[in-house]
């Protein structure tokens, strides 16, 4: 049998349509996005995750040219919001605005729906920031050891809120009562917003709030802070002293980063990287973060994968030792 042999004309049609094909994948990756992005975040309206995310949102809707819609799925320590996502299209058209439980969730919740490691591909480190022990300005305590003394005469009395199980405010407080030695009791809510409207009425005794959420009712005068969470003070709280300064070790910081399902293709990753990055340096964007304990990273992606890799490490063998377990 005789090879089959191609004239040049047939391979000048292979090099035409390999063209064509290459040219349609460049049109397809430029013309994204052409429709809204959904940005999900997993705690309810009101606290410090969704300030940032709707902040954030407006600048992105501006560098991308489509609307950027925060979509608020709270419930399970984040579980919820974070799993809708898992189990979105790989497009590019549907992110999540990730927090300190998206570290700690695979340490503390044995039967996830999705696999951390596996599910999401990285987009941006936002920022990091301390959380804030507060109270009502009429709250007896006034210090760190007066919450601590408090709470060692009588056992599982005080009571301090959270976002939800899983959340930088619910471990907070679990290493506070480790560190410390004493018992309090956790009350947690479907965001930081429900959390922080009891404990300005009166069903909760304190929280350790992000900064976020905290910081314009610090402002107000409604909450008095006691103590930072970071190993020293806040340069935007520079009067309130650092936690660890009277619980030796205690060391907490929340963050903010955005994941997009795996297999989101890599072009689109790096055309939201860069207007995530261009919307967290904008004036606006400074204004309403930095004030509030917030200090901007907005890396590449890989700052934000090798990031929370360490906090997940980290949380696993605190959450082990001390034997932390979801309320």
Same mark, same amino acid.
């Given at each position: 049998?005789?090879?089959?042999?191609?004239?040049? @004309?047939?391979?000048?049609?292979?090099?035409?349509?390999?063209?064509?094909?290459?040219?349609?994948?460049?049109? &397809?990756?430029?013309?994204?996005? !052409?429709?809204?992005?959904?940005?999900?975040?997993?705690?309810?309206?009101?606290?410090?995750?969704?300030?940032? $995310?709707?902040? =954030?949102?407006?600048?992105?809707?501006?560098? =991308?040219?489509?609307?950027?819609?925060?979509?608020?799925?709270?419930?399970?320590?984040?579980?919820?919001?974070?799993?809708?996502?898992?189990?979105?299209?790989?497009?590019?058209?549907?992110?999540?605005? $990730?927090t300190f439980a *998206?570290?700690?969730?695979?340490?503390?919740?044995?039967?996830?729906?999705?696999?951390?490691? +596996? #599910?999401?591909?990285?987009?941006? =480190?936002? @920022?990091?920031?301390?959380? /804030?022990?507060?109270?009502?300005?009429?709250?007896?305590?006034?210090? /760190?050891?007066d919450v601590i003394?408090?709470?060692?005469?009588?056992?599982?009395?005080?009571?301090?809120?959270?976002?939800?199980?899983?959340?930088?405010? *619910? &471990?907070?407080?679990?290493?506070?009562?480790?560190?410390?030695?004493?018992?309090?009791? *956790?009350?947690?809510?479907?965001?930081?917003?429900?959390?922080?409207?009891?404990? =300005?009425?009166?069903?909760?005794?304190?929280?350790? @709030?992000?900064?976020?959420?905290?910081?314009?009712?610090? !402002?107000?005068?409604?909450?008095?802070?006691?103590?930072?969470?970071?190993a020293a003070r806040?340069?935007?709280?520079? !009067?309130?002293?650092?936690?660890?300064?009277? /619980?030796?070790?205690? /060391?907490?910081?929340?963050?903010?980063? &955005?994941?997009?399902?795996? @297999?989101?293709?890599? !072009?689109?990753?790096?055309?939201?990287? #860069?207007?995530?990055? +261009?919307?967290?340096?904008?004036?606006?964007?400074? +204004?309403?973060?930095?004030?509030?304990?917030?200090?901007?990273?907005?890396?590449?992606?890989?700052? &934000?994968?090798?990031?929370?890799?360490?906090?997940?490490?980290?949380?696993?063998?605190?959450?082990?030792?001390?034997?932390?377990?979801?309320?």
């Amino acid at each position: 049998m005789q090879p089959l042999r191609f004239g040049s @004309g047939f391979t000048r049609l292979a090099a035409w349509a390999a063209a064509a094909w290459l040219s349609a994948g460049a049109a &397809l990756a430029a013309a994204y996005p !052409d429709k809204p992005i959904r940005l999900v975040v997993p705690f309810a309206p009101g606290g410090g995750t969704d300030l940032i $995310a709707r902040t =954030l949102a407006a600048g992105m809707s501006k560098e =991308l040219g489509q609307n950027v819609i925060v979509d608020n799925k709270p419930g399970a320590g984040t579980i919820i919001g974070t799993d809708a996502v898992a189990k979105s299209p790989a497009d590019g058209y549907t992110l999540v605005i $990730a927090t300190f439980a *998206h570290a700690v969730n695979p340490s503390l919740q044995p039967r996830l729906p999705y696999d951390t490691d +596996k #599910a999401f591909a990285p987009v941006a =480190l936002i @920022g990091k920031g301390p959380n /804030v022990l507060v109270v009502r300005p009429d709250s007896p305590y006034r210090s /760190v050891r007066d919450v601590i003394a408090a709470a060692k005469a009588s056992p599982g009395k005080l009571t301090y809120a959270s976002q939800g199980n899983g959340t930088s405010a *619910h &471990l907070a407080g679990e290493m506070f009562t480790n560190l410390a030695k004493v018992e309090m009791t *956790h009350v947690p809510y479907r965001g930081a917003g429900p959390a922080l409207t009891d404990l =300005l009425g009166g069903q909760v005794d304190m929280i350790f @709030g992000t900064a976020a959420a905290v910081s314009t009712f610090i !402002d107000s005068g409604k909450l008095r802070p006691l103590a930072v969470t970071t190993a020293a003070r806040s340069p935007s709280l520079k !009067d309130v002293p650092a936690l660890a300064d009277t /619980v030796p070790g205690y /060391v907490v910081e929340s963050w903010y980063g &955005l994941y997009v399902p795996a @297999g989101t293709p890599a !072009d689109v990753i790096a055309r939201l990287n #860069a207007a995530t990055r +261009k919307a967290a340096q904008t004036d606006d964007f400074r +204004k309403k973060v930095e004030s509030e304990g917030l200090v901007i990273s907005a890396g590449p992606p890989a700052e &934000l994968d090798a990031y929370v890799r360490a906090e997940e490490a980290r949380w696993r063998k605190v959450v082990k030792e001390n034997n932390v377990k979801p309320d």
